[in-house]
């Protein structure tokens, strides 16, 4: 039973190779108890001969029963194949959830701008939110292609006038170019749509 509810689990986030869903462990470790049209009878009758020979699994989705015949050995190979895979989803989650991630999820665009909205934020929250810009800089903006960075403030700045080629050096100088911004520089009421809208004005970036 616990072998069919980690499978269904598995099943539910979508692992479909290495034969680990629910039909195709079903499949491996069994055979479907089928039904045929019986003429003389006039309706679909399910053979008999399987009831109490085996251990019989209905599944949920279409009521299909099946008659499972593996020796132990199989079955603990396959719990230990979606124990396996399980760790994986683990691992994955962890990784999902960790460091720069953990606040602005998987950066899965090539170019991007980052517009940086500070608001009114005290001294420890705009430090704190610098530090969480350099994290992402220095973690996923470098696995990409291009970027560029526009501070939403009464004098919108712009870190380059366009993306620019993403490369440690360019990485570099976007930290350091972040970390000088002034606190104190004004903001105003359009300030934030005024730095979105130059964003999308290059026509190169994705996001």
């Keep these: 039973q616990s072998l069919v509810s980690s499978s269904k689990w598995l099943?539910?986030?979508?692992?479909?190779?290495?034969?680990?869903?629910?039909?195709?462990?079903?499949?491996?470790?069994?055979?479907?108890h089928r039904k045929d049209y019986v003429t003389t009878l006039g309706k679909p009758v399910?053979?008999?001969?399987?009831?109490?020979?085996?251990?019989?699994?209905?599944t949920a989705q279409d009521g299909s029963v099946y008659n499972l015949t593996a020796k132990k050995e199989l079955i603990l190979?396959?719990?230990?194949?979606?124990?396996?895979?399980?760790?994986?989803?683990?691992?994955?989650m962890e990784w999902l959830t960790s460091e720069s991630r953990q606040i602005f999820g998987v950066i899965q665009e090539q170019c991007i701008v980052?517009?940086?909205?500070?608001?009114?934020?005290?001294?420890?929250?705009f430090d704190q939110c610098r530090d969480a810009l350099s994290m992402v800089?220095?973690?996923?903006?470098?696995?990409i292609s291009r970027f560029n960075l526009i501070w939403a403030a009464q004098d919108l700045r712009k870190w380059q006038q366009k993306c620019t080629t993403v490369s440690e050096h360019t990485i570099k100088s976007a930290v350091m170019w972040l970390w000088k911004l002034d606190h104190m520089t004004a903001v105003s009421h359009t300030s934030s749509a005024e730095a979105l809208l130059e964003a999308m004005g290059d026509e190169a970036v994705s996001s």
């Design 77 to 92: 190979h396959f719990v230990d194949c979606l124990i396996g895979a399980i760790e994986l989803y683990k691992q994955r």
């Design 137 to 143: 800089l220095v973690e996923q903006v470098i696995q």
């Design 46 to 58: 399910a053979s008999r001969y399987a009831d109490g020979l085996f251990p019989q699994y209905k």
């Design 114 to 125: 980052i517009v940086l909205d500070f608001g009114t934020a005290a001294p420890a929250e």
């Design 11 to 32: 099943q539910r986030y979508g692992l479909k190779r290495n034969k680990l869903s629910l039909s195709q462990i079903l499949s491996q470790i069994g055979f479907q």
